[in-house]
């Protein structure tokens, strides 16, 4: 599927089923080659296309992209990415992520990043 099908696929349903869609094309990307490429090709778009594939992340776990969405122009994006990070970024990144991120958001990544168990030493510069 490329992703012009994907766009009119995903056009006529509502925001709820979109979503499930995104995270269902996200898992099927894990094995699909072409898939892959076609969130690639959304990730490179304007916003409603980066904001699927983001949505994606739920089901790819690609942390390379939600990283990359930490500093998307929009802050519905990087908001959303902030909610991904602890979800699907390895440590390296998510320690990344906390130098990256913007001020206003790193409270609520910390939050994330704490309720997903994330160990402690990582984020012990950043409590205060």
Same mark, same amino acid.
């Given at each position: 599927?490329? /992703?012009?099908?994907?766009?009119? $696929?995903? $056009? &006529?349903?509502?925001?709820?089923?979109?979503?499930?869609?995104?995270?269902?094309?996200?898992?099927?990307?894990?094995?699909?080659?072409?898939? !892959?490429?076609?969130?690639?090709?959304? &990730?490179?778009?304007?916003?409603?296309?980066?904001?699927?594939?983001?949505?994606?992340?739920?089901?790819?776990?690609?942390? &390379?992209?939600?990283?990359?969405?930490?500093?998307?122009?929009? &802050?519905?994006?990087?908001?959303? !990415?902030? /909610?991904?990070?602890?979800?699907?970024?390895?440590? $390296?990144?998510?320690?990344?992520?906390?130098?990256?991120?913007?001020? $206003?958001?790193? !409270?609520?990544?910390?939050?994330?990043?704490?309720?997903?168990?994330?160990? !402690?030493?990582?984020?012990?510069?950043?409590?205060?």
């Amino acid at each position: 599927m490329n /992703k012009a099908q994907l766009l009119q $696929e995903v $056009e &006529a349903l509502t925001f709820a089923q979109c979503s499930r869609r995104m995270v269902d094309f996200g898992r099927l990307s894990l094995t699909d080659p072409q898939l !892959a490429q076609t969130l690639a090709d959304l &990730a490179a778009g304007p916003f409603y296309e980066r904001f699927l594939a983001l949505q994606a992340c739920y089901g790819s776990r690609d942390g &390379a992209l939600v990283f990359t969405s930490l500093s998307d122009p929009s &802050a519905c994006m990087r908001r959303l !990415a902030v /909610k991904l990070v602890a979800l699907t970024c390895n440590q $390296e990144q998510q320690q990344q992520a906390l130098q990256v991120v913007p001020r $206003e958001l790193r !409270a609520s990544l910390i939050r994330s990043l704490l309720h997903h168990d994330l160990q !402690a030493p990582l984020m012990s510069s950043y409590i205060s």
